[in-house]
């Protein structure tokens, strides 16, 4: 009778244990890292990538880039294009939150506001003529002058007719709805009962922000976060390796990280200083040693993989020797010799991100031994930022994510996207660049559009407005009963509609 009193009480506390693990794991559930807060829920005026990817599940553009960067239906089923013309036509019964179906009126509503604010959209959606309700389902988008690149502009979020203000109450159609948002704490979002769609699997995401490296792996191994993208430290990566409990995934990206430069400054403005920064830079033993190799060299903003890629073999390899010739000859000569007086001093700004600030000093140091003194400023993500927007600064690093249409570099270096209308952020003017980027657009022809863009990245190439570092490689940690999630190029989340979550799957660590 003792030992069956024994074996019951012993099969009561395993219960119980088995009960409790049960409870912690909810499979309609997952919980996401973040490295920094968004800023916004309205898709026309988001610019930083937080913002982007979470409105990427909240809202639907009349199309969406797939996996593979293709243009594919999304509100919008169907569309007809007759030389400047494009009819589309739109599902029906597409809901917004509020059970509101969406129509034409808010496919016109939502492009034409966007002329009315500072959108980054704004450049995209310019050559829009007028838009023309044809009835409750059609549309038809008139356009100034053929536009090659107003397919992946038209992927910006419908917005419900006079929404108001949807800056921290998003109101969209997507998988999910904010239910609630601490900035730099959490974004909880919950499924969207009226999703035209399928349902998606997981009811409820919840983005957990973590500025720390340290704390967001502790955290994804001790199970309190269950999914990491593109924010996790190379050196904790072969530890992450290791667990059972976690699938590690490393696929070539389009994100590239690069040096900024503010060309109105009386240094900067100078392209041989730009040159001579870029020969001091060390970039092999950035990418081998910090980053682990999870990066490759980059000469231009557009990805390797782009099919508007330049594909020229030309780099700037690190040269120190070269780097003081040039900055001689350029005027800047070293005040005392090897001495610790320094051509000049220079302010970098960065985020307080643990990674980019090590690597900053380290640039910092590299660039010391040709005479120019970088002192290293790091701030929070949105106060850096809010900086680089408003050209408050000389030098920073950024990374330019989700590159899909080489049109990016309209955005970022015509003469006409200087802030708020692009990102233009150093003012950068070259009337040859400025004509390029605008034959760019006026052609369907894809054989064309290569060989321009081909043009502008050897000009930019060669006058360095900004200097590309490395293309990042898209690095996704998770847990193991995590299936079906699709990494897309740009590091979206928006392939968690289809995901789902298997607890018969978990793997305990031993």
């Not at 008139?142 to 992946?152: E, S």
């Not at 290293?376 to 993500?381: I, L, M, P, Q």
Request: charged share 25%; net charge positive; hydrophobic share 40%.
């Amino acid at each position: 009778m003792k030992n069956k009193n024994i074996f019951l009480l012993i099969l009561i506390i395993i219960l119980s244990v088995s009960c409790t693990k049960k409870e912690k794991f909810d499979p309609a559930q997952i919980t996401i890292g973040l490295e920094g807060s968004p800023s916004i829920f309205d898709p026309r005026l988001a610019t930083d990538a937080y913002s982007s990817r979470i409105n990427a599940l909240l809202y639907n553009g009349l199309v969406k880039v797939d996996e593979n960067s293709d243009i594919k239906p999304d509100i919008a089923k169907s569309w007809k294009v007759k030389d400047k013309s494009i009819i589309f036509t739109l599902r029906k019964n597409v809901k917004f939150y509020s059970g509101k179906e969406l129509t034409a009126e808010d496919v016109k509503y939502t492009l034409e506001s966007v002329f009315k604010m500072p959108s980054p959209f704004k450049n995209s959606l310019k050559e829009i003529e007028k838009i023309t309700i044809l009835d409750k389902y059609n549309i038809k988008i008139d356009l100034k002058k053929i536009f090659a690149p107003i397919f992946t502009a038209l992927t910006i979020g419908i917005v419900p007719k006079d929404s108001g203000d949807l800056s921290l109450s998003p109101k969209g159609t997507g998988p999910y709805k904010l239910e609630k948002f601490i900035r730099g704490n959490k974004v909880i979002l919950t499924v969207n009962n009226n999703f035209f769609k399928k349902q998606p699997h997981i009811k409820k995401i919840i983005f957990k922000i973590i500025p720390n490296d340290t704390t967001r792996v502790m955290e994804i191994k001790k199970g309190s976060i269950d999914f990491l993208q593109n924010s996790v430290p190379p050196d904790a990566l072969e530890e992450l390796k290791k667990d059972k409990t976690l699938t590690v995934i490393i696929k070539d990206g389009v994100n590239v990280s690069y040096l900024g430069f503010n060309l109105q400054d009386p240094i900067l403005k100078n392209s041989e200083v730009r040159k001579a920064i870029a020969y001091s830079i060390n970039k092999k033993e950035i990418i081998d040693y910090m980053m682990k190799g999870l990066a490759s060299d980059a000469n231009s903003i557009i990805a390797q993989n782009n099919w508007a890629y330049w594909n020229e073999k030309k780099y700037y390899d690190f040269n120190p020797e070269k780097a003081k010739q040039i900055l001689d000859k350029a005027g800047f000569v070293d005040p005392d010799g090897d001495g610790p007086q320094p051509r000049f001093t220079l302010e970098f700004k960065t985020s307080t991100n643990k990674v980019r600030k090590r690597i900053a000093e380290v640039i910092a140091s590299q660039l010391k031994k040709v005479g120019i003194n970088l002192t290293v400023r790091s701030y929070e993500f949105g106060t850096f930022f809010a900086d680089i927007k408003a050209g408050n600064f000389q030098l920073y690093s950024l990374t330019w994510v989700g590159i899909i249409d080489p049109d990016i570099l309209y955005y970022v270096f015509s003469s006409k996207s200087l802030p708020p209308q692009g990102a233009n952020r150093g003012h950068y003017i070259n009337n040859e660049v400025d004509k390029l980027l605008e034959a760019s657009r006026q052609t369907m022809d894809m054989q064309k559009r290569i060989n321009i863009y081909k043009k502008v990245q050897n000009i930019l190439f060669n006058e360095l407005p900004v200097y590309p570092l490395w293309y990042h490689k898209n690095i996704v940690v998770y847990k193991k009963d995590l299936k079906n999630f699709k990494i897309l190029p740009g590091g979206e989340y928006t392939s968690l509609e289809s995901a789902y979550r298997e607890p018969a799957k978990l793997i305990i660590n031993k």
